[in-house]
């Protein structure tokens, strides 16, 4: 299988899935290999193009219109295989549809949310956010966490990683509409602005640089340099585990408070190249059982795409977590895209230092790069 | 000196030997030309076929004609963009690397004994892959690196580095100058040990001092080096990629885009292999003309004379 293999918890959840299918299966095997995830959507392009290309390749809900030339429609199998696509996550099935054709089969659905270290709310007198939580809110907190060499907010470089893109969601906005790119609207216009000026004008967060991974605000966060962090519950088992403090979760920030849930879910596909089509289709129905789905999200934190397989995930997990997680699957949307999605995320992180800096406006680098991605 | 017409005389009047050797020699060349054919010329032929083409790496390919290069000229501010980046980049970095490599170099060759010891450290950049080297960099150069940790010692409150437009280009030229000087320094002292210290000693009696010997005779006889470096010199710092690919991504803003950047971007990330085989043509006529340039310059510049 192709995939992103950023850190050892990328390997470690990948290595879950091949242990909970053993379980069924114990001659089942999957051998890995693959790039960072900042690499992945460049280089799963080139090496299916190469000879002894892996036939399983992973993809996303948000990536799937981009990737429809590398991989094959999956309903012919689903149909002679008796597969009940109903069982999984209607937005993720709806993500993973391209031009009428399903294109992966969901093993997650992974509405983001707000991290905050619990320790350092505390310290510094703010409440912990829950289901409700409003950006005048946010911004109050982030300015209250901003003290003694802490930042209020971790922030990565990225437009899908945020925390422009999950805030402009949870405001009911988006980059995309009709199937067509449109990234200046107002509300994501204003939304990203939003962003920016958390970091540009009040000064709640260090400015990204363009290179840095997402590990880099990740780090800033589990080292304790930073209260808060928007990102996906795949990272939950690392982010609960290792920062220095105890974490807990919230909603997404919103003007009303209400937020929209931004599901970023991932799946398997089969590249267009696969000799034996067939085989892989079997092979990747082995890992998305509700079983495996379901044990992953116990063991790795990753939400199952299986709705029945949900309750394995939140078994071990602090209530208010789970609730917020539940209250993001029923009101979110799934992140869909365009095909030159890649060029919008690489341009978006170079100009987005610019953005965080205040040297240019949302409007001016949603308009660049609007025009450049023609 | 009077061996080679000899034998040129003596080949031509034995016209089976020379085919025995034309022979030979075509077998020695052959797997050097066999590659030159199957990694160059093919692909040569082929990016310029594709560069007529709109043509994503997954799909069929659509013929434009020119259309690729009349966008490059006159449709993409980008590439005007990151050309000027280029430009800059090659005029800054081959200047100061020509230099501080004929300082140093010559600084080393005065040192004796101890002179290798140190080429060899300068030296040790160039031959550590350049990918721990900018992951190196990139690390120092942060906004809480040691560079500005290093500053804060005396009060500084250090600058972003790789995130402020007016400084990040310089940071990737003298990481690059960095990595590559030691190249210069080991060509330049090899031409350093030509030079017959009889010219030196002789130039000494004459009355010249220290200024006029290194101007007068020390830079012209090794021109010929200096030369051969500031070729290689501009034509590497033309396909710069690795530094703004790993330290900056080309940004803030475009700050940093080189052109090979924006190739690779445009070939495999934005799958525009038709636009990206254009722009590398651009570069491959850009550096064949700067190339061009310094060699029609030669017989000017340059003193064969031993």
Not at chain 1, 21 to 31: C, Q, Y
Not at chain 2, 63 to 90: E, H, I, K
């Amino acid at each position: 299988m192709y995939t992103w293999i950023t850190n050892e918890s990328d390997r470690a959840q990948w290595q879950a899935f091949v242990d909970a299918a053993k379980k069924k299966d114990p001659e089942f095997n999957l051998t890995l290999e693959g790039p960072s995830f900042n690499d992945y959507w460049t280089k799963v392009k080139t090496r299916l193009s190469s000879s002894g290309a892996p036939c399983i390749i992973t993809t996303q809900a948000a990536r799937a219109q981009e990737l429809k030339d590398l991989t094959v429609p999956l309903d012919d199998m689903v149909k002679s295989n008796n597969v009940d696509v109903s069982m999984y996550n209607k937005a993720m099935i709806d993500g993973l549809t391209v031009d009428g054709s399903l294109r992966g089969i969901p093993y997650d659905a992974e509405p983001v949310v707000l991290y905050y270290n619990k320790d350092l709310l505390a310290a510094a007198g703010v409440k912990e956010p829950g289901l409700d939580y409003t950006t005048t809110q946010f911004t109050q907190d982030l300015k209250a966490l901003t003290k003694d060499g802490v930042s209020g907010l971790a922030v990565p470089p990225g437009f899908g990683s945020g925390p422009g893109l999950p805030l402009a969601f949870a405001n009911g906005n988006g980059p995309v509409k009709d199937g067509k790119l449109d990234l200046t609207n107002e509300g994501l216009v204003k939304d990203q602005q939003f962003a920016f000026d958390l970091v540009a004008k009040d000064k709640v967060g260090n400015p990204p640089q363009a290179s840095d991974g997402t590990d880099v605000p990740e780090q800033q966060f589990m080292s304790g340099k930073a209260a808060m962090i928007i990102d996906g519950p795949w990272m939950y088992e690392t982010l609960t585990t290792k920062t220095q403090g105890k974490v807990g979760i919230a909603v997404v920030p919103s003007t009303s408070g209400k937020s929209v849930g931004m599901i970023q879910g991932s799946a398997f596909a089969i590249a267009a190249s696969c000799k034996d089509k067939e085989a892989a289709f079997k092979n990747i129905m082995k890992i998305t059982t509700p079983e495996v789905v379901g044990a992953v999200g116990a063991a790795r934190g990753t939400v199952p795409s299986v709705e029945s397989a949900v309750k394995d995930w939140a078994g071990n997990k602090p209530a208010a977590d789970v609730s917020v997680v539940e209250s993001l699957l029923k009101s979110g949307r799934p992140l869909v895209t365009t095909p030159n999605w890649n060029q919008v995320e690489t341009n978006f992180s170079q100009y987005s230092g610019e953005g965080f800096r205040g040297s240019k406006s949302a409007r001016e680098i949603f308009s660049t790069i609007a025009n450049s991605a023609k | 000196m009077t061996a080679l017409p000899t034998l040129a005389v003596k080949n031509a009047k034995k016209p089976a030997r020379v085919t025995g050797h034309g022979k030979l020699a075509a077998v020695y060349l052959a797997p050097g030309m066999l590659g030159f054919l199957i990694f160059i010329v093919v692909p040569l032929v082929a990016s310029l076929v594709i560069s007529l083409f709109d043509w994503p790496l997954f799909g069929a390919p659509k013929f434009v004609g020119l259309d690729n290069y009349v966008r490059m000229l006159s449709g993409d501010p980008v590439f005007w963009t990151v050309l000027g980046n280029t430009l800059f980049f090659a005029v800054c970095y081959t200047v100061l690397n020509l230099v501080l490599a004929l300082a140093l170099s010559t600084w080393l060759h005065s040192l004796g004994g101890w002179g290798p010891f140190f080429r060899v450290l300068f030296f040790i950049p160039v031959v550590t892959p350049m990918v721990a080297n900018a992951l190196v960099w990139r690390l120092m150069l942060t906004d809480d690196g040691v560079v500005n940790s290093f500053l804060a010692n005396f009060g500084i409150h250090g600058p972003s580095w790789l995130s402020d437009s007016q400084l990040a280009m310089g940071s990737l030229i003298v990481m690059s100058v960095w990595q590559g000087i030691g190249y210069n320094i080991i060509v330049l002292g090899a031409g350093l040990n030509g030079i017959s210290p009889n010219l030196l000693e002789a130039a000494r009696i004459d009355g010249a001092g220290a200024l006029q010997r290194f101007f007068r005779v020390v830079l012209p006889m090794l021109s010929p080096s200096l030369f051969f470096c500031t070729v290689m010199t501009i034509i590497g710092s033309f396909k710069v990629f690795t530094q703004p690919y790993l330290l900056t991504l080309g940004g803030p803003g475009e700050s940093t885009n080189t052109i090979v950047l924006y190739l690779y971007r445009n070939g495999f990330s934005f799958d525009k292999l038709g636009y990206a085989s254009a722009l590398a043509w651009a570069l491959f006529v850009i550096v064949m003309l700067i190339t061009a340039l310094q060699f029609s310059q030669q017989k000017r510049l340059v003193n064969y004379d031993n």
